[in-house]
């Protein structure tokens, strides 16, 4: 089955700086690559997503990277806000969801 | 208001002791699936139904039971065969097509 790695656990930013997060998978079947963010206590929810076909995608402040040869996704938060304390689970889909052990970020006024 | 529906959000059980979850959707999602989540940890599969009638165990089926007898429903049961039962338990449902899930707002069970 699939086995999706999350790097790294936790990661603290200054607001305003950057944050990437980086995820491997082992199952090239794998086609849909989607990004949730959860709050404490709250259900994961849908940043972000990338298909297989496509390479990049952005929306706003955050964007996600894939590399289908070397079987890796990245996230990437710019001017990174306090709203965007939270943890970040990446996750990979060939018939079911995988998720990564996710990222906790943290993000220091 | 409609989606993913938990209930209930937070329940007590004794050791011994069966107790099932409810999950329904009005989201017409062929797929529905079942998580475990453990403080400070990601989301492990436990079980999930892709049509009607079937369903597949994932990861950490052992100690866990589902039905899907209609498709807005899909019930866990948490049996006393489940060792360490305390958990965050989240249900999701997808179109199957696209892979995207919707989550319901989860179920905290705490084993007294």
Redesign the interface.
Known sequence: ?ENVE?HPSTLSVQEGDSAVIKCTYSDSAS??F?WYKQELG?????II?IRSNVGEKKDQRIAVTLNKTAKHFSLHITETQPEDSAVY?CAA?D????????TTVTVRA | DGGITQSPKYLFRKEGQNVTLSCEQNLNHDAMYWYRQDPGQGLRLIYYSQIVNDFQKGDIAEGYSVSREKKESFPLTVTSAQKNPTAFYLCAGSSGRTGELFFGEGSRLTVL
């Open positions: 089955g999350q086609n849909y989607p709250k259900r994961p929810q849908l997503d689970f889909y018939y079911k969801l995988s998720f990564g052990a996710g």
